[in-house]
């Protein structure tokens, strides 16, 4: 597949701080890719590298195969930009921030109601194209911001947290928009909300502290931490047979017990990469134990955020 | 793209109310200073007998003092129109469009400065009926009023850019126009520095740097290349400072 965006060992300082410290992933073309990370991680950071508003200064940013360092007069027909707060002005009308927002993008005078009419139809504005910005929703605002990004067509829309601070429906209406733009363009969108990045995005790079983690698309991801073969066994009852032939066995590690109401919850680590639960359901029974469930521990992507993030401190 | 940011500026200032209240407040207190300029004139005209009344210069006592006092003015109201023009750019992040954009620093910095020349002409605009008054008396020279204009808009010039560059050196907007009053000040005082020193040669130096003593020349109806140079000289080193100051993309 080929790349929109390769970012090669950069790394950055701000105000005498490593901001960045050697970072390097590639976003796909066509895709939404994801970039997850604590606050104060770099995410806002490397995308103002990306999109020019920063200078970086080691290391090697490739846009469409580009090399960032030495732009063209078009570069920035290339990339459209979200920052986390919507860089609007309160005293225009959605229409004239658009057409404002369409001429600094040196879109053709011909084209210009086209792409506005494009940008009020795909992010459902039309109802509020008069209306001055200050008056809308933050759902609204959030959509104009969008809009902007988006008006002169670039291949590549980088979001900064698009979905931080609004209410959930809003959050579904602006993912659902997300979704939408894939079919036009590539997205790469930043957040740490890790269950948004699970429904939207194909692939996901986390940073923390400067640093890049992880990355790799969503499956790779979560398959490497639902590699542990760990299984669940939850009893109606408290078995100490049960528990003494945990603790003896020879292909299991460790294991936890927890009770929650009236459930006695073991979380049980092989030695090995092995199948316990065939086992695991066979001697429950033959110990006399009133199994209710028995499953594999499925990870998702706040474990694995969890896990990276934690290995790293 | 000069003119695309200079009407969206233009249209965001004419929608504020801050416009027409700092419009309102320069044109009330022009008209008092007018009124009482006049009214002054008048009183002590009376107090001299009529065969010395002609020493007594209504051109000198009231309208070349008219211009002076708008001058000292716009010292005051210079900050409060430009304190916005980058400052609030830095702090709401909508700076970032221009540089995401294909808009230059040049044709960003132009932009924004015409849009205050403009908001400045508004203001002065203001004060054209004052002169308008004064249609009904024989004026024996009125070249003076004309010129005397040509130097508010050119000093209003100079203060706006040292607005725009103080708006530039910070995301607030207070300090801002803190600044910018402060730069105004600073050049206004050229004139006193000068007359503090005993170096001849340090002495026309600051003299020279002083914007009213190229002011005083066009409000007497004496138009000098060397004053027009030292407006669009001054204008320039600003606005190559604002331009080095963009392009370190940090915002305090």
Redesign the interface.
């Known amino acids: 597949m080929s790349k929109a965006i390769e970012v090669d060992c950069v790394s950055m300082t701000y105000s005498r701080e490593l901001v960045l410290k050697n970072i390097s992933f590639c976003v796909n073309k066509g895709t939404i890719h994801g970039f997850l990370g604590p606050n104060g991680a770099g995410k806002t950071t490397t995308m103002k590298l990306l999109t020019k508003v920063l200078h970086h200064q080691t290391g090697k940013i490739k846009i469409l195969n580009q090399d960032l360092s030495r732009p063209d007069q078009f570069f920035y027909k290339k990339i459209g930009f979200l920052l986390e707060d919507p860089p609007l002005y309160p005293d225009l009308t959605v229409t004239e921030y658009l057409h404002f927002m369409a001429k600094i993008k040196r879109i053709e005078k011909g084209k210009i109601q086209k792409h506005i009419s494009y940008c009020l139809d795909v992010l459902d504005l039309i109802n509020v194209k008069d209306r001055l910005i200050e008056n809308l929703s933050k759902g609204y605002k959030q959509r104009v911001g969008i809009a902007q990004a988006i008006i002169h067509m670039p291949e590549i829309v980088i979001l900064d947290e698009p979905t931080n601070g609004l209410d959930p429906q809003s959050v579904i209406e602006i993912r659902n928009l997300i979704l939408n733009l894939k079919k036009e363009h590539t997205v790469l969108l930043s957040s740490h909300m890790l269950h948004e990045m699970s429904l939207v995005c194909d692939d996901i790079t986390i940073i923390s502290e400067g640093r890049v983690l992880e990355s790799g698309s969503l499956e790779s991801l979560q398959e490497k931490i639902n590699n542990t073969q760990e299984v669940i066994v939850e009893l109606a009852d408290h078995n100490p047979q049960f528990e003494q032939y945990l603790s003896k066995h020879q292909t299991i590690r460790h294991y936890e017990s927890m009770q929650q109401d009236e459930i006695f919850r073991y979380i049980i680590t092989p030695n090995e990469r092995v199948e316990l639960r065939p086992q695991m359901a066979k001697m429950a029974i033959e110990l006399g134990a009133s199994l209710l469930r028995i499953d594999r521990k499925e990870y998702s992507l706040e474990d694995l955020f969890v896990s990276v993030t934690g290995q790293h401190d | 793209?000069i003119r695309?940011?200079l009407f969206?500026e233009l249209?965001?200032f004419f929608?504020?109310p801050l416009a027409y209240i700092i419009a309102g407040l320069f044109s009330l207190i022009v008209g008092w200073i007018f009124f009482n300029q006049l009214s002054y004139f008048v009183e002590n005209i009376q107090k001299i007998p009529v065969a010395m009344r002609n020493q007594y210069d209504f051109s000198n006592e009231v309208v070349i003092k008219f211009f002076g006092n708008i001058n000292f003015l716009l010292l005051f109201i210079t900050p409060l129109v430009t304190m916005k023009i980058f400052s609030e750019e830095f702090k709401?992040?909508?700076i970032?469009?221009?540089?995401?954009?294909?808009?230059s620093d040049y044709e960003l910095i132009l932009g924004k400065f015409l849009s205050v020349i403009v908001q400045g002409l508004f203001l002065l605009a203001t004060t054209f009926i004052f002169p308008f008054f004064l249609s009904n008396i024989q004026l024996s020279d009125v070249s003076f009023i004309f010129t005397g204009y040509i130097g508010l808009v050119l000093n209003f010039t100079c203060y706006a850019a040292l607005g725009c560059l103080a708006s530039s050196l910070t995301r607030h907007q207070i300090l801002s126009a803190l600044m910018a009053f402060i730069l105004i000040l600073f050049i206004w005082m050229m004139t006193m520095f000068a007359q503090m020193t005993s170096n001849y040669l340090f002495s026309e130096i600051l003299s020279f740097i002083s914007i009213n003593k190229h002011f005083e020349n066009f409000v007497k109806a004496n138009i000098f290349i060397s004053d027009i140079t030292y407006y669009m000289s001054f204008i320039t080193l600003i606005l190559l400072l604002i331009k080095k100051r963009l392009g370190m993309?940090?915002w305090i």
């Open positions: 793209m695309a940011i969206k249209r965001v929608r504020s709401e992040g909508t970032d469009i221009y540089y995401t954009s294909a808009v993309r940090q």
